[in-house]
């Protein structure tokens, strides 16, 4: 699920914001906030939920004992990261991110070091660090946000006409770039990719035929094409190469020609 996605828009918001003006006790819309934090990320990446839960606990905890450690908050610091980041080289090396792991990680990583450098901005309450690390409008993208800035949040909302109003202008807005610069940026890929696929054919075409004229071999491995780089690549080679025609190859290798437009 994403904030761009249907079931987003017309079903699971809806339902969390008339949900949320409907309970009356703070306490009940923190459990619906949380409640929502985990269904929003397991319509996401359900197989690596318990791994986030994990992530709470861990940060949690370890800011419990940095809380009450007299000395050793740097050892046990530096323990909780060295973890964290190897959690996150493992996933990397596999080459299968969960979803949002880095933004979580980093931002309870932050939770942490500032607990570590000023132990009364921890928190005892479970319920707040799994509401603070849970919170789904920033689950998954970011931004970061420090404790301290969201602590006050935590028990206490005052919620206006006027507050209400300036959000849903900043999500209308929000979700109108992102969908026009999506679209935009697709597009100018696949024109991109398209002549980039063109070009490198040509170019490969023209190069053997040159070498063909000097009696010379080259060996032009294929282009990986990867997003509009790779297609870049190729139409330069290809306009280098009509450019410089055959001069300057280099056998067993890609040509270097020099361009001159003129």
């Not at 908050?73 to 996150?88: E, G, I, K, Q």
């Not at 070009?199 to 070498?211: I, T």
Request: proline share 5%; net charge positive; hydrophobic share 50%.
């Amino acid at each position: 699920m994403n904030f761009a996605s249907p079931i987003f828009l017309f079903a699971f918001l809806p339902l969390v914001l008339i949900a949320y003006h409907l309970l009356r006790p703070i306490r009940a819309k923190n459990v619906l906030l949380i409640a929502a934090g985990l269904v929003f990320y397991a319509f996401g990446d359900l197989r690596h939920l318990p791994l986030l839960l994990a992530s709470c606990a861990l940060h949690y905890g370890v800011g419990l004992a940095l809380m009450r450690a007299r000395r050793g908050r740097r050892l046990l610091l530096a323990a909780c990261v060295t973890v964290d980041l190897a959690v996150l080289a493992a996933y990397k090396w596999r080459g299968a991110l969960p979803l949002g792991i880095s933004f979580y990680t980093f931002q309870a990583i932050s939770y942490i070091v500032d607990v570590s450098r000023a132990p009364q901005s921890g928190t005892r309450s479970f319920r707040r660090a799994l509401q603070y690390l849970t919170f789904f409008p920033q689950l998954t993208a970011g931004p970061l946000m420090r404790f301290s800035e969201v602590q006050p949040l935590l028990d206490t909302r005052h919620v206006t006409w006027d507050g209400a109003f300036d959000g849903c202008s900043r999500f209308i807005c929000g979700l109108a770039k992102k969908l026009l610069l999506a679209a935009a940026d697709t597009g100018a890929k696949q024109v991109c990719l398209a002549g980039g696929v063109a070009a490198n054919g040509r170019l490969r075409q023209l190069v053997n035929d040159g070498a063909q004229k000097l009696g010379a071999k080259v060996y032009l491995p294929e282009l990986k094409f990867c997003g509009d780089n790779g297609a870049m690549i190729a139409a330069q080679g290809y306009y280098q190469y009509i450019a410089g025609h055959t001069a300057g190859l280099e056998l067993n290798g890609l040509p270097t020609l020099p361009i001159d437009y003129e």
